[in-house]
């Protein structure tokens, strides 16, 4: 069957779908899961015989969400919470998977342009970071201990603090992408470009495995929930920009209610490194090397499985259950 026969025979029973997953059309959970059968059967369909068809990303993204709708609503005696956390959010982690790739991308290659402008440009720095910060820097690596700065105030200051202003950063960067993106795209440019020089100014001074010891500790959660929030931005961005079949309104009130969630799931680990860098961090310079590389590698694991490894096995798990 040629593809433009198959969509004109199928059409009216996919607008049904769609009225009953973001219309005001009311559907038991039961129609619904005789729905989400059809609606496998027809990608399954599509994914056979037009591989590379917008009709296998149209049907795949609504099956998805015919799949959170009937498990919202059918399941039973499971917390909320963690069905927020272990279910919903690496399906929408996985459907949005192609901006977080994006987000790790622009992250690396203007991490990048900071390291390379500041190693070729010696004013770059001091252009970036000021002139204060800088030289405080280099006070205390001549007292030995790089990265002192972060003993300054008490433990629960410096939490609470932190944790406030990477909240902050981490919430311009998500709804900033309702500006097409760029607004995200501007919030990563500047994190990420003192990131590099700030980097690099350790390297060059020949402290950078004790800037690692350190700042890494907190840094690993802080920045890879920062890489996620500009993902779930581009997301948005891109709901606006790309509403395939839905009208742009309809497609920006699905992508916000989706990738809003995803700015929720950072926050805890947004609030675990404001917690490290305020209690932990302070004494890396007297933590034995073993304990410091522990930690770091500890919490970049974590982080790193629950969204770049735990939505692949949710996903997985939840299309053998329905073949």
């Known amino acids: 069957m040629r593809e433009v026969a198959f969509i004109k025979q199928n059409k009216e029973k996919w607008l049904e779908f769609e009225q009953a997953i973001f219309g005001n059309l009311k559907k038991n959970p039961d129609d619904l899961a ?65 901006y977080v790739l994006y987000a790790f991308l622009i992250f690396g290659i203007l991490t990048a342009i900071g390291v ?3 190693r070729n440009d010696d004013t770059f720095v001091r252009l970036i970071l000021g002139d204060s910060y800088v030289n405080m820097s280099l006070e205390n690596i001549k007292d ?16 609470v603090g932190i944790t ?42 020949n402290v950078f495995w004790e800037s690692v010891r350190g700042i890494w500790i907190h840094g690993s959660m802080e920045i890879f929930a920062m890489v996620i929030e500009a993902a779930a931005g581009f997301a948005l961005g891109a709901s606006i920009l790309f509403p395939n079949t839905f009208s742009r ?17 950072t926050m805890p680990f947004t609030l675990m ?18 304990l410091s590389v522990f930690i770091i590698l500890s919490t970049l694991s974590a982080i790193s499985y629950y969204y770049l490894i735990y939505p692949f096995k949710v996903h997985k798990k939840i299309n053998l259950k329905n073949t």
């Open 273 to 290: 490194a404001g917690f490290l860098e305020g209690f932990i961090t302070r004494y890396s310079i007297d933590m034995p090397h073993f």
């Open 249 to 265: 309104l309809n497609s920006f009130k699905i992508g916000f209610k989706n990738t809003f969630k995803i700015f929720l799931s």
């Open 34 to 98: 005789s729905l989400y059968i059809h609606l496998v059967n027809d990608l399954s369909y599509a994914q056979t015989y037009y591989p590379k068809s917008k009709t296998v990303v149209y049907l795949n993204h609504l099956a998805s969400q015919t799949y959170q709708k009937i498990y919202k609503t059918k399941r039973e005696d499971t917390n909320k919470l963690i069905y927020f956390f272990k279910t919903e959010v690496p399906l929408l982690v996985y459907q949005y998977r192609r």
């Open 164 to 205: 406030f202003n990477n909240l902050r950063v981490g919430a311009l960067s998500y709804f900033f992408g309702i500006f097409l993106g760029f607004g995200t795209f501007y919030i990563l440019i500047i994190n990420c470009i003192k990131i590099g020089t700030f980097q690099y100014l350790f390297y060059k001074e």
């Open 116 to 118: 390379i402008s500041a």
């Open 144 to 159: 030995g201990n790089p990265v002192a700065v972060y003993k300054s105030g008490s433990n629960w200051g410096s939490f």
